[in-house]
């Protein structure tokens, strides 16, 4: 199945897709407290919440692809936690939900790319100093995931001793 948000002609700027990144958090997170449908989510936020200055097509993906396979991104988080993912903060479980879809199913998307965003929104989010938290659990997510990108010679430095 082809993905409308990367197969336009038109490539979306950083910041419109920033934007529906920030979005997505807000609809993922009231998906999570109302367990409204994602559909109804997605035509509110539509409605009520989109400029012309957002990528809405990858809005519409974030919020659609994370509700459906919520299952698998927790099995991606839950092995690098000490505790149960239902413990963690909301907002901080959203984020690493929303990085881990980008890092398992966006290759496109450079890991280093996902975890700034994501580091991002926990900062303009997330508690205190959940961003630390945020970004351990995610950098260990992409070495499993991404592998060969983060063991690649263009790195300019590593967070690993070799």
């Given at each position: 199945?082809?993905?409308?948000?990367?197969?336009?002609?038109?490539?979306?700027?950083?910041?419109?897709?920033?934007?529906?990144?920030?979005l997505?958090?807000?609809?993922l997170?009231?998906?999570?407290?109302?367990?409204?449908?994602?559909?109804?989510?997605?035509?509110?936020?539509?409605?009520?919440?989109?400029?012309?200055?957002?990528?809405?097509?990858?809005?519409?993906?974030?919020?659609?692809?994370?509700?459906?396979?919520?299952?698998?991104?927790?099995?991606?988080?839950?092995?690098?936690?000490?505790?149960?993912?239902?413990?963690?903060?909301?907002?901080?479980?959203?984020?690493?939900?929303?990085?881990?879809?980008?890092?398992?199913?966006?290759?496109?998307?450079?890991?280093?790319?996902v975890?700034?965003?994501?580091?991002?929104?926990?900062?303009?989010?997330?508690?205190?100093?959940?961003?630390r938290?945020?970004?351990?659990?995610?950098?260990?997510?992409?070495?499993?995931?991404?592998?060969?990108?983060?063991?690649?010679?263009?790195?300019?430095?590593?967070?690993?001793?070799?």
């Amino acid at each position: 199945m082809q993905k409308s948000s990367h197969d336009s002609s038109k490539k979306p700027t950083p910041t419109a897709r920033r934007k529906a990144r920030r979005l997505a958090l807000q609809a993922l997170y009231q998906w999570q407290l109302t367990q409204l449908s994602p559909l109804e989510i997605q035509n509110q936020f539509l409605q009520e919440q989109i400029s012309t200055k957002v990528d809405v097509p990858y809005f519409i993906e974030l919020l659609t692809s994370a509700t459906r396979c919520v299952a698998e991104l927790d099995d991606y988080i839950r092995p690098t936690l000490d505790r149960r993912v239902e413990e963690l903060n909301p907002i901080e479980l959203t984020i690493l939900r929303i990085g881990v879809f980008e890092l398992a199913h966006r290759p496109d998307i450079p890991y280093r790319v996902v975890i700034d965003e994501a580091l991002r929104l926990a900062k303009t989010f997330g508690a205190t100093e959940g961003f630390r938290f945020v970004n351990a659990v995610l950098h260990k997510i992409a070495h499993d995931l991404r592998q060969v990108e983060t063991q690649s010679p263009q790195k300019t430095h590593s967070s690993r001793d070799e």
